[in-house]
Every structure is written in C-alpha cells, then in structure tokens.
C-alpha cells in the first residue's frame, strides 16, 4: 500500500515563498506512475495544481501555478517536492499529494489518482 505524507505548509505574507515535500512509502517501481499536487480552498472543489512522472517527461501545471510553481521529485528519496513562489492570498488552501498507479489520460483530473496525502494548510496573507 503505497502511503503519502505531505510537510512543509505554513503562513507566510503574500509574495513570500514556502516548499512543500511528499516523502512516498510502500512505493515500488511499478506502484506508482505519475505524481501530483492538489488543493482545496474552503468551499471549492479540489484543484489541479502540478503532476511529474517518476520516469522521464516533462511536468505539467496548472495556470495558476505557471511560472510560479515547480514540481520536482528526487526518486532516491521517494520524494516530491513543490516549490512555490510569488504566493498570493488565493493560494491559500490545502494542498495534497496525489499518486496515480497507471499512466494519466488526463492529468488534471483527481480521479485518475489512486493515493492521496492527508493534506498540508497554506495560508498567505495580504
């Protein structure tokens, strides 16, 4: 059973930059395929945020998060990480780690992930 725990939330003021990490177990080469963040804003459905593959490709990420965000993952470490920067008020939300067993025929979509983390609170202020 593959398990994700998410770190690395916090408050921070609005232009300010915070790094969230999703450490991975019970993960096997062929358990998991593709990463993903998530968030939830009190009151919205839960939203794409970013998604990288374990194996080589390019991630992907929302607009919100273009130019902003990075997804990263160390596999050595079993480990995603998401850098984001220049965060704004209506970034705040819950943001989780998602992991998807197969390959993704739409990324952006919550129901292709399989796993999901129990969720870190990001809060920015104005």
């Known amino acids: 059973q593959v398990q994700l725990v998410e770190s690395g939330g916090g408050s921070v003021q609005a232009g300010g930059s915070l790094r969230l990490s999703c450490a991975v177990s019970g993960r096997t080469s062929s358990s998991s395929y593709n990463m993903g963040w998530f968030r939830q804003a009190p009151g919205k459905e839960r939203e794409f945020v970013a998604t990288?593959?374990?194996?080589?490709?390019?991630?992907n990420y929302a607009d919100s998060a273009k130019g902003r965000f990075t997804i990263s993952r160390d596999n050595a470490k079993s480990t995603v990480y998401l850098q984001m920067n220049s965060l704004k008020p209506e970034d705040t939300a819950v943001y989780y780690c998602?992991?998807?067993?197969?390959?993704?025929?739409?990324?952006?979509?919550?129901?292709?992930?399989?796993?999901w983390g129990q969720g870190t609170q990001v809060t920015v202020s104005s």
């Open positions: 990288i593959r374990w194996s080589r490709g390019s991630p």
């Open positions: 998602a992991a998807s067993k197969y390959p993704l025929a739409t990324y952006y979509s919550r129901l292709e992930y399989d796993y």
